[in-house]
């Protein structure tokens, strides 16, 4: 039972490039989040999917979209990443979209925008 | 504008002695208050959480209490143990969304 698993761990890339964070969940929750966490700013919401089909956006959605592939996969794309995107990544899961459910998280992804 | 704010960035704390983390919000629509737990490298966990409805809830050493008046809520821990070293961030959720504090980073001196 692995939980929540995200990957890469660590990316580097160049101004312009483009990649997709990975998410996963074996918890079978319904809900899934991504967050960015910068110095000083907590934690802060890009996306989120309250169920399979559905995303929305966050406090911070700008040069990001976002897929719920399934129930278990939420991924995130930056197309064009530019240096004010580094920062540590975190996906998160929820039993269900409100109520008294907290969210899981997984280890996060560093991620260097050069 | 932050609508969760943790004003300290930082406490210490003697091994024993009772930690108090202090949280605020501006957002009187808030259905839930959390606070997570967070070591360096790793993702935040579920540490506690208050409906708004209540005032208080307790989980062994640890417990939050809510000041719905005064839109404040803190986390206290008793006693406070090495272990507990970390940093704490509160969280406040609407719905679907949750927005977090900025952190406070505790230090429980041995």
């Known amino acids: 039972n692995a939980g929540v698993t995200q990957t890469p761990k660590f990316q580097v890339l160049k101004t312009g490039q483009s990649m997709t964070l990975q998410c996963a969940q074996d918890m079978n929750h319904n809900s899934m989040y991504w967050y960015r966490q910068d110095p000083g700013m907590g934690l802060r919401l890009i996306y989120y999917s309250a169920s399979e089909g559905t995303t929305d956006k966050g406090e911070v959605p700008n040069g990001y979209n976002v897929s719920r592939l399934n129930k278990r996969e939420f991924s995130l794309r930056l197309e064009s990443a530019a240096p004010s995107q580094t920062s540590v990544y975190f996906c998160?899961?929820?039993?269900?979209?409100?109520?008294?459910?907290?969210?899981?998280f997984g280890p996060g992804t560093r991620l260097t925008v050069t | 504008d932050q609508q969760v704010k943790q004003n300290s960035p930082s406490l210490s704390v003697q091994e024993g002695r009772i930690s108090i983390l202090n949280c605020d919000y501006t957002n009187s629509m808030f259905d839930y208050f959390l606070w997570y737990k967070k070591y360096p490298a790793e993702g935040p966990t579920f540490l506690i959480s208050i409906s708004s409805i209540k005032d208080k809830n307790e989980d062994g050493r640890f417990t939050v209490f809510l000041n719905k008046s005064a839109k404040h809520l803190s986390l206290h821990i008793v006693p406070s143990q090495p272990g507990d070293s970390a940093v704490y961030f509160c969280?406040?959720?609407?719905?679907?969304?949750?927005?977090f504090g900025t952190g406070t980073s505790l230090t429980v001196i041995p």
């Open positions: 998160a899961t929820r039993p269900l979209a409100g109520g008294p459910y907290e969210q899981y």
């Open positions: 969280a406040a959720s609407l719905g679907n969304q949750f927005y």
